[in-house]
């Protein structure tokens, strides 16, 4: 029977064929690379398997030139792969057959039990990839937890087997538990370590930088620091996998307030795909965004991932809590409202904490206090951690509760200046985070004055002083109540209703009750 290859012997000569239609070792592996060029990587791979039985014991050297032309996507996406390509060299350098345990014809004295516990493990990333791919994240926590467990109860003996793909399946696995929120720093740094040791570069710097985004995500911005190191000590070709680091980089700048160094990080990302970051870019650019234009630009790319997203990988795991928290920072910067989540939704720390900033900016500090106490409850990440005590002090600042303001402003500054991640002070507005530096007899940084502009506008921080009745009014003010019926309403004299109106046209700077009614309208708290 004659094999076709596709359209890969037009690129070779006749006499790169030799009889029942497979290649010469000689054209094999120039062959497998114009198939992958043509076809993609999985093409060319199929090429090498079909030649696998015919050169394996004559001609291993020319099976691993053929898997060596694949690109470095092809070993991310089938880790086993690097289990044969260590196969081969061991049969290069002379080695016994029998003494190696290939993944392909591991069968020789290991148990049932045991031959399926090592597939599942070589199985487990792909497996877990396609859930992430899908959005079923729950499903991919559980496929790489199980892996996880198999891998801690297999016996030391056994684990040579696939040392060159544990860095490979424990990035996987750790990626898994990153976008779902559950962890992934352990395995991330396993995998570094491993990576390091089987000379495998390209895994290692991918794992370093995946820890450089995850500790600066938490805030943990030394931290991530060092882990931006180490990932550019790794020399690698090419930058396809950098993503996650240029991400750290830039958000470790923005959050020294450095806005234009973090800018030109985010211009590398044209060199490195964003893959199953581009949540973490969308937060981040509406972090360092200054202007409504800014914020325009941020509500477009969330609308053309609502459209190209599985329903999973828009709403739970970190990306949910990006693009939840994009969405707050955009109506703050746009001076408009955001819906509320739904009460019977589970919330997690980061949802209480964007609910709390949404309460701030609409007045209502009790709900500030409320809700930013359950996030300080649920995560002690330092990024949390200090935006929730700012927002504390400030919700105790405008009732009046200065001694409990400063307490809390106190724990907030020492947070941020441990890991000095001074854009939590813009969570709330310059005056309150001037009067509260000045109560607590603190300096802020230089950077802050260096600003152009408040993220927090004008008119939510006067909103924030109001008063419960002079909200309740500003309410009514935007409805076609006559002041009469607000009165009624409200059950108070009409007279009470003027004055507390012409209160609010001073405080917001305005001067008819069209003017107020915008802002209420704009502030969406109508």
Known sequence: MTKSFGGVENALSSDGMVSGGYLSPEALPQAVAALTAEQGWRAGLELETAHWDRFVDTHPEVLLA?????????????????????????????????????????????????????????????????????????????????????????????????????????????????????????????????????????????????????????????TAERWIARAIGVSVEGQRYDAPLHLAQALVSADRLDYSTAAAHLLRLTDAPVGEYWAAEIWLRSWIARSPDDGAKVVRAIDEQLRARPEGLLTGGSNGRYLGSALERVATLRDRGMPRNSATMTLTAADHLVLAHVAYREGRMHEVLLEGGRALEADSAPRLQAIGLLLTAAARLSLDRNDAAVIAFASAHEAIESERLYSAYTTISRDQLVQLADLAGTDLPSQLSGLDNDPISRSSVILAQLSRRERQVLIELASNRSLPEIAEALFVSHNTVKTTASRLYRKLEVHSRKAAADIAHRLGIV
């Open 66 to 222: 053929s898997i060596s032309s694949l690109p470095g996507e092809a070993f991310v996406s089938m880790p086993s792969l690097l289990i044969g390509v260590n196969y081969l060299k061991h049969l290069i350098a002379g080695g016994d057959p029998s003494s190696f345990h290939d993944f392909a014809h591991d069968v020789t004295g290991r148990t049932p039990q045991e031959r399926e516990a090592l597939d599942r493990l070589i199985g487990s990333a792909g497996r877990t990839a396609g859930h992430r791919t899908q959005g079923q994240l729950a499903e991919s926590v559980r496929s790489a937890a199980e892996a996880r467990r198999l891998l801690d109860e297999l016996p030391p003996r056994h684990k040579p087997v696939i040392e060159m793909t544990l860095p490979h399946l424990l990035f996987q696995w750790g990626r898994s538990f990153d976008l779902a929120d559950a962890g992934g720093a352990r395995e991330y740094e396993e995998s570094w370590e491993l990576a390091n040791l089987t000379s495998q570069p390209l895994i290692a710097r991918r794992a370093a930088a995946s820890l450089a985004w995850m500790h600066a995500d938490q805030g943990r911005l030394d």
